[in-house]
């Protein structure tokens, strides 16, 4: 589960609310993989599939 802090470096680091929201719901805990699966434009529903 992303903490506070994590969650506002995915928010700073521009990656979209509602991805980063549904990235969270999916499970995925890593910020740093949120942040490269939005600049890399990996669908929200293959995160985990990549290994975030």
């Known amino acids: 589960m992303l903490d506070d802090g994590a969650l506002d470096a995915v928010l ?3 990656v979209d609310a509602d991805y980063a929201r549904a990235a969270h719901v999916a499970g995925v805990s890593d910020a740093w993989a949120i942040i490269d699966g939005w600049t ?3 669908p929200v529903e293959y995160l ?3 290994g975030a």
């Open 12 to 14: 700073a680091a521009g």
């Open 48 to 50: 985990a599939e990549v």
């Open 40 to 42: 890399a434009g990996i």
